[in-house]
């Protein structure tokens, strides 16, 4: 395994395996590696034959009063993970070399980054689909995976990518969750033994509307009543979003079916977490 931190060593090394006939898989990732990224390595490692994983804690899509700078880093660690998932080439580029001065020029995806995180963080996907289109120019993967617990973060990659003609195929990856449902996330580490538990309410919530939704319930105005007396009951929990959207184009619904997603954003005080689900998914 080898890391490169320039961009010019990632672009010939990424042009010398595709002229040697090698197909390259991208995991990009902010590091902080958790099973959840090594879900995504180990389906990686299957498709391409040259595996990338890329660490770089994007400035561009934290904003003001966020948490980049006390966003959970350690290389260290995350090299062995990286080792033990089969990986060939770990790309670490400083900041300085992907936004140099004068930087000017971002992607923005229009409708798909309105709602949910869109509303909550503003800019915060211009800073995700610009980074992404510079990792995907600088490593030219056939195929790119990103997990499914960003919903809407996956859903406007695919359209950029769609949108732009970008030669690369795009794999989401299921949400991995501890045996008690917490979904896995960098920023699990923020929280309390109490935090952790009371975070426990946002996996309780989708799955207590799954069960409605299983015997019968199709209102969302019902479903989402459920979903919020489960998070409110949480004392530490605040709300940011409980949402009920079509599980493609991100409207809103008012009459559920298989493919309703239910995303949710809710800080466990200060830690703010996503979940979601697909109410027809097992
Ligand atoms: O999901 C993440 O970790 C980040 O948003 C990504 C896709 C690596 C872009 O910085």
Redesign the pocket.
């Known amino acids: 395994m080898q890391t490169v931190e320039s961009v010019a060593d990632m672009q010939n090394l990424s042009r010398a395996a595709h002229r040697s006939g090698r197909t390259i898989a991208l995991v ?3 590091g902080y590696l958790h099973d959840g990224h090594a879900s995504l390595l180990r389906g990686g490692r299957r498709r391409g034959d040259l595996l990338v994983l890329s660490i ?1 804690v ?1 400035p561009t ?1 934290f904003g003001v009063g966020e948490d980049f700078e006390s966003y959970p880093r350690d290389l260290a660690r995350d090299r062995a993970v990286a080792e033990s998932a089969g990986v060939d080439v770990i790309f670490a580029p400083r900041a300085g070399d992907m936004y140099p001065a004068g930087f000017q020029t971002y992607v923005d995806v229009e409708r798909l980054t309105l709602p949910l995180c869109g509303a909550s963080r503003p800019g915060h996907f211009r800073g ?1 689909t610009t ?2 289109s510079k990792l995907l120019n600088i490593v030219q993967p056939d195929v790119a995976l ?1 997990g499914a617990k ?1 919903y809407q ?1 996956l859903a406007v990659i695919r359209r950029m990518v769609a949108d732009l003609n970008m030669p690369v195929e795009v794999v989401g990856m299921p949400i991995v969750r501890e045996a008690d449902g917490l979904a896995l996330s960098s920023r699990n580490a923020y929280l309390s033994p109490e935090q952790r538990q009371a975070a426990l309410c946002l996996s309780h919530s989708l799955r207590t509307a799954k069960e409605l939704y299983k015997a019968g319930e199709r209102t969302v105005a019902t479903l989402r009543e459920q979903v919020t007396t489960t998070i409110a009951a949480e004392a530490s929990a605040t709300i940011d979003y409980i949402e009920f959207r079509h599980g493609d184009s991100l409207e809103e619904v008012a009459v559920a079916n298989g493919h309703t997603l239910i995303a949710l954003a809710v800080k466990i005080g200060t830690t703010r977490l996503i979940d979601n689900c697909l109410l027809g998914e097992e």
Request: charged fraction near 10%.
């Open positions: 990009p990732t902010m770089f994007n899509q995700v980074v992404v990103f960003d973060q």
